[in-house]
């Protein structure tokens, strides 16, 4: 359990976190999401004690996490993958780790060959791709076997196979009762892999809820329809109450009507279609909607 | 792996959290020191440098020994011959970058953060680091240190121009070689802890060291003073080194024994002060 009370955390002028409150239980996979900058890092520094908060607590497990000797019992954490002296093996880095703790030699083995490093261990990590960087990382998140595990951004530099493994990785340690928060800046990262939300922005909360909460914001579902009469079929549409926009590439999005409404309809006036998809992407517009107005970088003009 | 659902309970919780052993952090940080190259690389160059310099400077006097005057073989240090200046500054290099390369080589790759979100008291990381530091860069300087006074005593004694190590003045030169090791190494780490960039750390502790005590005219009573302050000149008069000759205002043995202590522990507390309030 992580426990946030109005956790704040100014750096000079700019706020990075803004009187952030919330409760990550346990038992699920937290998706903690965000635009680039909104203070998810930030706010995961703060929870493992790395940063000091200008105002305001964490607690994880009711206790502050610099308040203990020791951590990885309590807290595993993979926060940049890149925060790795690259001059060691991946054993060695993991061997130190554990050692520092407590932990028995046969958990570095143990956790090397549950994320599949077993055969590169002695190399040096200096030399590993991103992908397998993050693996070091989510094996030293595994070394105590914590209940509360932090993950900012694992899915960078994975792989499918990866993706894959990760999202099951994360599900199994949620199902064991552990807490597991994973950050991403990409909805479509966390729509398979989290079953809680947390959005962010400015250092703001935008929301806290379900993944199927999430999802009714994302408005009526969309038909995509393309057809060789487009005009006729927006007529047709728009007669029965339907939104009619053009979706690109002469393919025309329709809200208002189900798939079966507007297939009936083009079948009654004799229009072919050639093509017909209900668009169930509203995750990631609810979450671009939702974070619209909380962006810092956004990139050149609106297209 | 299959573990049964977990609810959290104080006992639980002892139970899974056994007293935090400072000699844990020893061994940890024991296998990051013998798990970069960089350590067996500055290792070497102190035993290359302490045996080949030492050699070279005792054949050298054992092959002109018959040309010196009897005034000049009367006053002949056969000391120094163990010590020569320009083979114990890339032994002062070598411990300094161990040091600086030991902490500052954490914060810049990001490692840092992996060690503390392992070991939240980071004053016992900065306590740990210190210890194996100092300790194994003693044994180093003992090594160092007994090892070139043996061999060019030994190169000397064909000429029966050889000290033994029970005269006051080798014995203490011995020591202070020995120490000037873990001495520059717990330097190097202070800075490192101060700097948090390997090269800039390695520069600021080579100037510190090494460039430093030239900056400092030795004719003038107070920058002597603080000449006399550095770490390496308080070597140079431990040893005896004949540069000292030059010095108007040398300081007292006692003295420079005080800057090879003061010097260490200022580094420690700058370390732990630095790497506890800093942000990672």
Redesign the interface.
Known sequence: MIELHDLTKRYGGTTAVNRLTLTVRPGHVTGFLGPNGAGKSTTL?LV?????PSGGTALV?GRP???????????G?L??A????????AR??L???A????LPRSRVD?VLG?VGLADVAGRRIGGFSLGMKQRV?IA?ALLG?P?VLLFDEPFNGLDPEGVRWVRGLFRRLA????TVLVSSHLMSEMEQTADHLVVIGRGKLIAEESLTEFAARGGRPQVVVRTPEPARLTSVAREADGQVTTAGDGALAVTGLTAAELGELAFAHGIALHEMATRATSLEEAFMDLTADHVDYLAGDQR | MSMPPRTVTAADRRAADPAARFRDLLAAEWIKLWSLRSTYGSLALVAVSALLFSARAALADHHNWPDYSPERQAAFDPIHDAFPEEGWLFIMLAAGTVGALMIAGEYASGQIRATFAAVPDRRAVVGAKVAVLAGVMLAVGVLASTAAFWLSQAILAGRHAGASIAEPQALRAVAASALLLPLCALIGLGVGALVRHTAPAIVVTTTLLLLLPLAFDITNRWTAAIHNALPVPAWERLVANPYIALNEHLATVPGSWVVFAVWPVVATVVAALVVHRREP
């Open positions: 520094r493992i004690g790395l940063h000091r497990n996490f610099a308040e203990r000797p020791r951590g990885l019992r309590h807290v954490a926060l940049d890149g925060d790795v002296h690259g001059g060691r093996t060695a880095h061997a130190a780790l050692r520092s703790n407590g143990e549950e990382g030293a076997d209940p199902g064991e009762g552990r």
